[in-house]
């Protein structure tokens, strides 16, 4: 050892344990020590004093430094993570991120519906008893000159009073129509059967038939046997605001029915048996209210069924033409 090395304190026991903690030296870190530059001295020449630090062996020894010595920088790095300042802005950032507010969207549009059910039909004005006014087309069993600008409501067919009135088309032939109206409408005698004003739906959706057809003498005998009478009746007038072709053509048939003719035609699915109020043997034949009688001169009109097909053919086909 040298003169001039100065002379360290010995090593307590604390300081030992101290250095056996430290990472003992590895392979790794042991620098080698050239063999031109090893001490030229015998093995006893420079043997430290006990106690003494060999300062030679720790020239040699890279001692690597206890985590705690570390500064915090050097600590991040040696972890493989950030540093407390790094951590501290990171974390800052974070708490006003949570503590800003939410942005409130505004609601979104409702979307209106597609005919809700509380809406208005048409253009909100049109009733929902008429909506479909526009396109009823005229029948025979229509209201007279009922157009699609019309649209009453239609009332419960057992509220109408006997008194209701119904447009009917008469059809004497190609060429002949005559419109008249039913007034004073009377139910049937038989429960069962329905009111003249009750056919109307089942007639709006046949198409018009053939015209009618005159019977007279024995092939009104005939034909009355093959149908069975009672049902609903009413009385028959010209419809208003005619010309003076239709007028004359609605005399001629009234005057044809006083001659003891009877007229049937079928509508629809209905056939409807027509006689003046003077015949009064069709009149009782084909069960006509007495009510109807009483009011004078008129055209009747009763529904009727056939009660015998074959019997109602041959008395159609046995019937001779009448003229109109």
Same mark, same amino acid.
Not at 33 to 43: L, V
Not at 101 to 117: D, G
Not at 248 to 255: G, P, V
């Given at each position: 050892?040298?003169?001039?090395?100065?002379?360290?304190?010995?090593?307590?026991?604390?300081?030992?344990?101290?250095?056996?903690?430290?990472?003992?030296?590895?392979?790794?870190?042991?620098?080698?020590?050239?063999? $031109?530059?090893?001490?030229?001295?015998?093995?006893? *020449?420079?043997?430290?004093?006990?106690?003494?630090?060999?300062?030679?062996?720790?020239?040699?020894?890279?001692?690597?430094?206890?985590?705690?010595?570390?500064?915090?920088?050097?600590?991040?790095? %040696?972890?493989?993570? +950030?540093?407390?300042?790094?951590?501290?802005?990171?974390?800052? *950032?974070?708490?006003?991120?949570?503590?800003?507010?939410?942005?409130?969207?505004?609601?979104?549009?409702?979307?209106?519906?597609?005919?809700? @059910?509380?809406?208005?039909?048409?253009?909100?004005?049109?009733?929902?008893?008429?909506?479909?006014?526009?396109?009823?087309?005229?029948?025979?069993?229509?209201?007279?000159?009922?157009?699609?600008?019309?649209?009453?409501?239609?009332?419960?067919?057992?509220?109408?009073?006997?008194?209701?009135?119904?447009?009917?088309?008469?059809? +004497?032939?190609?060429?002949?129509?005559?419109?008249?109206?039913?007034?004073?409408?009377?139910?049937?005698?038989? *429960?069962?059967?329905?009111?003249?004003?009750?056919?109307? %739906?089942?007639?709006?959706?046949?198409?018009?038939?053939?015209?009618?057809?005159?019977?007279?003498?024995?092939?009104?005998?005939?034909? +009355?046997?093959?149908?069975?009478?009672?049902?609903?009746?009413?009385?028959?007038?010209?419809?208003?605001?005619?010309? %003076?072709?239709?007028?004359?053509?609605?005399?001629?048939?009234?005057?044809?029915?006083?001659?003891?003719?009877?007229?049937?035609?079928?509508?629809?699915?209905?056939?409807?048996?027509?006689?003046?109020?003077? *015949?009064?043997?069709?009149?009782?034949?084909? $069960?006509?209210?007495?009510?109807?009688?009483?009011?004078?001169?008129?055209?009747?009109?009763?529904?009727?069924?056939?009660?015998?097909?074959?019997?109602? @053919?041959?008395? @159609?086909?046995?019937?001779?033409?009448?003229?109109?």
């Amino acid at each position: 050892m040298a003169v001039d090395d100065q002379i360290l304190p010995p090593l307590t026991n604390e300081d030992l344990d101290r250095l056996a903690a430290l990472n003992q030296p590895t392979a790794g870190t042991l620098a080698p020590i050239p063999a $031109g530059d090893a001490p030229n001295h015998d093995e006893t *020449s420079d043997r430290d004093a006990e106690g003494e630090v060999d300062h030679d062996f720790l020239d040699y020894v890279d001692v690597a430094k206890p985590p705690s010595t570390l500064v915090p920088e050097a600590k991040a790095e %040696a972890h493989g993570s +950030i540093s407390l300042d790094q951590a501290a802005n990171e974390f800052e *950032s974070l708490k006003v991120m949570l503590e800003e507010p939410e942005p409130v969207l505004p609601p979104a549009p409702k979307e209106p519906l597609i005919n809700p @059910i509380d809406a208005p039909l048409g253009n909100g004005n049109a009733r929902s008893s008429s909506s479909f006014a526009a396109w009823k087309k005229y029948t025979i069993f229509d209201k007279p000159f009922a157009g699609p600008s019309e649209q009453s409501p239609i009332s419960p067919l057992a509220e109408q009073p006997e008194t209701a009135s119904l447009a009917l088309l008469i059809l +004497i032939n190609a060429s002949v129509r005559i419109p008249v109206i039913l007034k004073d409408i009377h139910p049937s005698t038989n *429960s069962t059967r329905k009111r003249l004003d009750e056919v109307t %739906a089942e007639v709006q959706s046949m198409s018009q038939g053939a015209p009618g057809k005159f019977y007279k003498g024995q092939a009104v005998a005939d034909v +009355i046997k093959a149908l069975i009478c009672g049902g609903s009746n009413a009385r028959v007038v010209l419809q208003e605001g005619v010309d %003076a072709n239709v007028k004359e053509s609605f005399d001629r048939f009234n005057s044809r029915l006083k001659d003891g003719s009877l007229f049937v035609a079928v509508f629809g699915s209905q056939v409807l048996a027509f006689c003046s109020s003077e *015949s009064s043997e069709l009149v009782a034949k084909l $069960g006509a209210s007495p009510n109807l009688v009483g009011l004078g001169e008129n055209v009747l009109v009763s529904e009727v069924l056939i009660g015998d097909d074959s019997a109602y @053919i041959d008395a @159609i086909m046995n019937a001779k033409d009448e003229p109109w």
